[in-house]
């Protein structure tokens, strides 16, 4: 058919197709993206392998070695019942690093799903649900979690739920701008013109294009997340003694500070301060590399 | 502060005719740690009062060359090599101060985007007025002097615009408030960095004649840059032609472009339809291949990949500029042979099959679209009447705001026109919406956005890209699919091994071949082709043109053709519709059209296209801004504007109707059809 037709424009080996450098090359080349991961990575090992990996039993009670200043046998001192702080900070990462997540997981989901019909259905569903999403965010979201906590009561599940709702409408109001930006570019159009469907519109052709976006708003949520998880806990929901838990300790241990035991506060706010910052570094790198 | 010490130049008597000297610069780019060469061994030379032009594709280095010469090089780009002399002074070895006061007395630049040139916050007349504040002159005066320069870049009513903001500006006016900015400090070196190239065609002539008329007022040279060569042929004594950061030809702009003696200028100069060239005239001549990656490292002369005269000796050592006659020069060994290059493009190729005529695909009726709640109204579209027949290529011409777009938009069903208005289809009615139609309407119409960048989905492989309409419109699956995706991918002209790439990966050229097969692959009878080119670079261009009519020859499609590019429309179009301000002015066969006579409108636009073949069209200019659409004129709405307005007082009171002047050729103006050809052959006349 055509090769009656001679056309150039192939001849030279192209010059202009670029290799592109995958997205981790890029991250491993950005030191704040080594530091941040480094660290996280710390603390998931901690979750994991937490009671494996700490030098005395987390639970074990020394009634005899109550409040004890850091030493080289307790590096972090021990608590008013003589556990070790060290041991406690590093099993403690387990129960932040189940429930933030997957909340976080739950909200963006859920956001990233109404942000799409948000920004791609036109009119009175938009305007009405976004009025709604506003007057959400009008109130502290700890007040609403509050509120929510003590109605439902606090397990893990509930944790997870509670928080992933509250991020839901927050994702989706950043992912509603980001699909309306799209819904700019012809492609849309282009697409609309083969019959597309509004589902395959939302999913295959828009949310590949927002996914950035949604990604960063995962690590972004993530470190909210992880301080409202010890927030809760700082406030006394969520607790079970039978694991030990960051907000906890600091609430233990923060009304002591005045009797001069600081290492019982300090270092469980140093690893929820440590584990935030780390997926903040990670964050940021993420975004700059997504955005080229 | 400290004083300024001016280091004066040597004095007239050492370099009376020379404003800038260049000479052997390099300019590299620090890139992911690699320096990158943008500019290699660029020489030249602007005389005192000399308009000296430079022209190129994108990523030739053209602007690079004016940052380097103001030292507004961007931090990771410096000079690595060579020198600059600006009125004997050297700003490469200047301090800080010095530098302020180079630009602030010697060097203008005017720049593509005016609205982002202006301070948004700030009034017309202050800005104006700061360049003489700074030159040490009080406030009142300094007021008045702005006032003066405003009226001399030919601003009626400078009083008020100086009362303005800079958004309250249209394109040209804000373009002319640049220029007096520009000018005002009596630079002896003024840089225009593509100055027209954002504005309409109407508004650009205008602009183009200001600055010639103020080079002849004023003691400056000009340093004129710009991808489009016939703007250059007009404005410019010398011009320097740049490719991939290289200066391949030199000299008078005239004999440059009659003569070219290089082969890349002979092959630019063929891309693009001249003297009336037509599709059935023959294809285009495209240069194959692709422009070189900025910093590729090359051991022969940098255009031997894409030359089609390139010998052994061109692909190992780069060539010197050698002479080739009085103030010429071209970097090619082969400076003699470019009279007679052979065409990289066959003539011979398919021509479209000739359209029956009347036998209309597609006839819109009474279609108006009005924007926008009541109150705040803008009627971008007024009752346009137009049939498109079977095979023929309609071309849309006119400025912006004109209505072109929200034609294509609504025949495409993407946009829903006002109540009352019909579309039918092969005599079958459209639905106003895309939802409203069948899957099999959806088939036959298809579109070919402008910018390929926006219209394919980036995070899809071109295979997703192009198999998507073969299997959603054309319902094809498994062998018949792969059989019909090589095929398509073969007409196009890519190849198998573009098909796991994703568009960024693409160059402009490459995209638009993909926009096109997607266009193409469900077997459309109708396309849509809106503004096809203007985003890619002149040698791409003409083989996007040539594709464009080889498949229409090919697969009998009807092309609905949007353009700005008159030379573009008039080489691809049988018929031709000239919209203003969503009305349609003159409706016939291109050669009609073209030759006239023709609507008054469609006279100024074709006389305000520079042209690079120097034969002068008759010179009437448009005065006046294009009026909104919020609030059209009364009577014929071009009334305002039409240099050739009756006396009688019709054209402002009564609307003229789109009648057929004669055979197929249909006008909207009161002037009798005999009258205008008198008018328009006499200022023809030499």
């Known amino acids: 058919m055509s090769d009656t037709l001679v056309m150039p424009a192939g001849v030279v080996p192209s010059t202009a197709e670029q290799r592109e450098q995958p997205v981790w090359r890029l991250l491993l080349g950005r030191p704040t993206f080594v530091i941040g991961a480094a660290m996280l990575l710390f603390w998931i090992i901690c979750a994991i392998f937490g009671t494996a990996i700490a030098p005395h039993n987390a639970l074990a009670q020394q009634l005899l070695a109550t409040n004890k200043p850091p030493s080289a046998a307790h ?15 590093i099993v403690g990462a387990r129960s932040i690093l189940i429930i933030a997540p997957l909340a976080t997981l739950v909200g963006t989901v859920l956001g990233t799903a109404l942000g799409l019909a948000l920004g791609y259905l036109p009119g009175i569903v938009d305007t009405l649900v976004s009025r709604v999403v506003e007057a959400v965010l009008a109130l502290p979201a700890i007040i609403i979690i509050l509120l929510f906590a003590v109605a439902l009561g606090v397990s893990t599940l509930t944790q997870i739920l509670i928080i992933g709702f509250i991020f839901t409408p927050l994702i989706a109001r950043t992912v509603r701008s980001a699909v309306q930006v799209e819904g700019q570019l012809d492609y849309v159009p282009a697409a609309r013109l083969l019959g597309e469907r509004p589902g395959r519109m939302m999913f295959v052709e828009i949310l590949p294009n927002v996914m950035p976006t949604v990604l960063v708003e995962f690590t972004v949520r993530l470190g909210y997340a992880i301080f409202t998880v010890a927030a809760l806990a700082f406030l006394g929901f969520g607790v079970q003694l039978s694991t030990p838990n960051w907000g906890t300790d600091i609430k233990a241990g923060y009304v002591l500070l005045g009797a001069g035991y600081w290492w019982e506060t300090l270092f469980p706010a140093l690893a929820i301060a440590s584990l935030i910052i780390a997926i903040g570094l990670v964050a940021d790198s993420t975004e700059q590399v997504l955005a080229g | 502060m400290t004083a300024i010490v001016r280091t004066d130049a040597p004095g007239p008597a050492a370099e009376p005719q020379t404003a800038v000297q260049v000479e052997h610069l390099d300019v590299s780019y620090r890139v992911r740690g690699r320096d990158r060469l943008a500019l290699r061994d660029v020489s030249f030379r602007i005389g005192r009062n000399e308009s000296y032009g430079l022209v190129g594709e994108s990523g030739s280095g053209k602007s690079t060359v004016a940052l380097a ?26 301090n800080a101060a010095e530098l302020r006061d180079l630009r602030a007395r010697e060097v203008s630049m005017v720049y593509q985007e005016p609205g982002k040139a202006l301070n948004p916050a700030i009034r017309v007349g202050r800005q104006v007025a700061e360049v003489y504040e700074l030159a040490g002159v009080g406030r009142p005066e300094a007021m008045e002097r702005a006032e003066a320069m405003l009226r001399k870049v030919q601003i009626s009513d400078p009083g008020r615009v100086m009362q303005r903001y800079p958004h309250e500006l249209s394109g040209g006016m804000a373009q002319r408030v640049v220029i007096a900015m520009a000018i005002a400090a009596e630079p002896s070196l003024l840089i ?8 309409d065609a109407t ?11 103020l080079r002849t007022e004023l003691d400056t040279s000009l340093l004129f840059i710009s991808h489009n060569l016939a703007v250059i042929a007009k404005m410019c004594d010398r011009v320097g032609v740049l490719y991939a950061g290289e200066l391949i030809e030199e000299g008078p702009a005239r004999q440059v472009f009659d003569e070219p003696r290089h082969p890349y200028t002979v092959g630019l100069l063929r891309c693009i339809p ?28 940098i255009f031997a990949p894409r030359c089609p005269i390139a010998e052994q000796r061109c692909r190992d050592a780069a060539p010197e500029a050698f002479d080739v006659g009085p103030g010429r020069r071209s970097r090619c060994y082969l400076h003699d042979r470019t009279g007679d290059l052979p065409r990289n493009t066959p003539v011979d190729l398919p021509l ?29 579209l007024a009752g346009v009447n137009l049939a498109i027949d079977r095979g023929e290529t309609l071309g849309l011409v006119g400025e912006s705001g004109s209505g072109k777009t929200t034609l294509a938009r609504i025949l495409l069903g993407l946009v829903p026109p006002d109540a009352g208005s019909t579309i039918e289809l092969d005599g079958q009615q459209l639905g106003s919406d895309l939802r409203k139609r069948s899957q099999a309407q959806l088939k036959e119409m298809q579109i070919v956005f402008q910018n390929p960048d926006s219209a394919l989905n980036r995070r899809h492989t071109v295979r997703r890209l192009i198999s998507r309409p073969l299997v959603k419109l054309a319902g094809l699956s498994g062998a018949a699919l792969r059989e019909r995706l090589t095929d398509l991918l073969r007409s196009v002209r890519l190849e198998d091994r573009h098909l796991t790439l994703r568009p960024r990966q693409l160059s402009g050229g490459l995209k638009q071949r993909v926009a096109i097969a997607r266009a193409f692959g469900g077997g459309p009878r109708i396309v849509v082709c809106d503004e096809p080119t203007s985003a ?32 573009l429309v008039r080489y691809l179009s049988d018929r031709i519709a000239v919209l203003y301000l969503g009305r349609i002015m ?14 008054p409108y469609t006279e100024a636009l074709l006389s305000a296209v520079p042209s690079l073949d120097g034969e002068r069209r008759g010179r009437i200019r448009l005065s006046g801004e294009i009026p909104s659409a919020a609030n059209p004129p009364t009577g014929c709405v071009f009334h305002t504007r039409c240099p050739r307005r009756l006396s009688s007082g019709i054209c402002e009171s009564t609307e003229p109707p789109l009648a057929e002047v004669e055979p197929g050729h249909l006008m909207s103006c009161h002037i009798p059809i005999d009258q205008l050809t008198t008018l328009q052959s006499n200022e023809r006349m030499p």
């Open chain 1, 75 to 89: 590096w972090f001192g021990t608590d008013q019942l003589g556990r070790d702080v060290f041991s406690r900070v």
């Open chain 2, 69 to 94: 010469l103001t030292r507004y090089l961007a931090r990771n780009g410096r000079v690595s090599a060579g020198s600059i002399r600006i009125a004997g002074r050297d700003p490469l070895a200047m």
């Open chain 2, 192 to 199: 225009l960095d593509e100055p027209t190239t954002a504005l």
């Open chain 2, 203 to 213: 508004v650009e002539a205008e602009v183009l004649d200001l600055v010639a008329g």
């Open chain 2, 274 to 301: 001249r003297q009336g060239q037509r599709k059935d005239h023959g294809r285009l001549d495209a240069i194959p291949g692709f422009l070189p990656t900025p910093g590729q490292a090359l051991a022969g002369c």
């Open chain 2, 352 to 380: 479209p099959a000739t359209a029956e005529p009347a036998n209309p695909i597609v006839v819109m009726r009474n279609v108006s679209k009005t924007f926008g709640a009541a109150g705040e109204s803008v009627q971008a």
């Open chain 2, 536 to 567: 890619l670079d002149v040698s791409v261009q003409a083989a996007i043109l040539n594709l464009l009519a080889d498949l229409q020859a090919k697969e009998q499609v009807t092309y609905l053709f949007i353009s700005h590019d008159l030379g």
């Open chain 2, 586 to 599: 003159e409706l016939g066969p291109a050669e009609r059209v073209f030759s006239g006579p023709h609507h």
